[in-house]
């Protein structure tokens, strides 16, 4: 038998190069949505309180919130998207997914601790946005999904962020936020609370920052919301249409002239939204030097007794909200109109009733109770 003599070298055949997978995050941020045009806010007609709590909230968003109940066409959901182009912008680390502010180290997500300890922080600047968290939203949609086979090889990096990641340091929009799913509900009370989302599955947990505000609108005809996330939103306006003849065929003009010539509509109310947008930053500014005197702080004690609130956030959010509605005013004092004012947006929904009794709130109490007249 005879053999034959093969000479020559083996080489490894190449394995065939593996495609870079596209994340959900990736496949979002493709062009194929058209731009939706927005009414600005500053051309909305009446409704001055919504307009104030959205604008108070924008200024100081520790205040908490708020929740608009009212009617349908009653321009809700028209508000809260236009605040999104007067919002001032914020400072974030470049490339952070989830906004993370440079300057609070203590809450910075993992990616951002990791830059900081190779010295690679770069600070970018970003408009606050308005991020819709739809009523129909699933549970991984809201939070964020884990690929657990992923994170048991790979760590952290197997986490695609959900809706609460992007709204970080941003405002949370829910229209009709009184039909949210109860895990929804949960979900938000949990990151309300601890100001941290956690995704926890198959014993693997990532936690990042989730620091919103939250504002939500609902029609009272179709149920009321669920009393723990009632008393996580500072501030609550009720909105209705407006009975002014003369307003009324206002809002029909400005319409018809929004719908024939959107981009001329915006230049004419341009230099308005200007006014605004400068008039939230200077409060912004000056919110830290405004100052609340003890004899303020009685009388804001004194409404939370004589409206039989329960506990205490009532009063701290009064004291929060006068404070930056001075601000808004250029004033660095709070004064007793500054307290009305703010009373007015936190004490509706937080009076304490009893069974089968409706309660209804009192501005004229409430003015009775500030001049020392009850």
Request: with cysteine.
């Amino acid at each position: 038998m005879s053999f034959t003599n093969i000479t020559g070298s083996i080489k490894e055949v190449p394995k065939p190069k593996e495609e870079k997978r596209t994340s959900l995050g990736d496949v979002q941020r493709t062009e194929t949505r058209t731009k939706r045009v927005m009414y600005p806010i500053s051309g909305i007609v009446g409704q001055e309180m919504m307009l104030r709590a959205l604008i108070l909230n924008a200024i100081n968003p520790s205040i908490g919130g708020v929740l608009i109940r009212g009617q349908k066409g009653t321009a809700k959901s028209t508000a809260v998207r236009g605040l999104a182009e007067i919002l001032p912008e914020i400072d974030i680390i470049e490339g952070c997914k989830y906004n993370c502010d440079p300057l609070d180290t203590e809450k910075f997500c993992w990616e951002c601790r990791d830059k900081q300890k190779k010295g690679m922080i770069r600070i970018d600047k970003s408009p606050m946005k308005v991020v819709d968290l739809p009523v129909g939203a699933t549970e991984d949609r809201v939070v964020g999904s884990l690929d657990i086979e992923k994170a048991v090889k790979e760590g952290v990096q197997a986490f695609e962020p959900g809706i609460l990641a992007k709204a970080n340091r941003n405002l949370l929009y829910v229209d009709e936020i009184n039909l949210l799913d109860d895990f929804v509900v949960d979900a938000l009370l949990d990151a309300a609370a601890m100001g941290v989302n956690t995704v926890e599955r198959e014993g693997v947990s990532v936690s990042h920052p989730a620091n919103f505000i939250i504002v939500g609108s609902m029609n009272p005809e179709e149920g009321e919301l669920r009393p723990q996330l009632l008393d996580r939103i500072a501030l609550q306006v009720e909105v209705e249409g407006i009975s002014d003849i003369e307003q009324r065929v206002e809002i029909i003009e400005r319409r018809n002239r929004f719908n024939k010539d959107p981009q001329q509509f915006r230049r004419d109310f341009e230099s308005e939204q200007e006014k605004l947008r400068t008039r939230i930053i200077k409060a912004k500014q000056i919110l830290g030097r405004i100052t609340t005197t003890r004899e303020n702080l009685r009388t804001i004690a004194q409404i939370c007794v004589a409206f039989n609130v329960d506990g205490h956030r009532a009063d701290i959010m009064i004291e929060r909200t006068a404070r930056t509605n001075a601000a808004y005013e250029n004033r660095e004092r709070i004064t007793n109109e500054d307290i009305i004012e703010a009373a007015e947006m936190v004490l509706p929904h937080r009076m304490r009733k009893k069974p089968f009794e409706e309660e209804e709130f009192s501005a004229e109490q409430l003015r009775a109770v500030v001049n020392g007249t009850v």
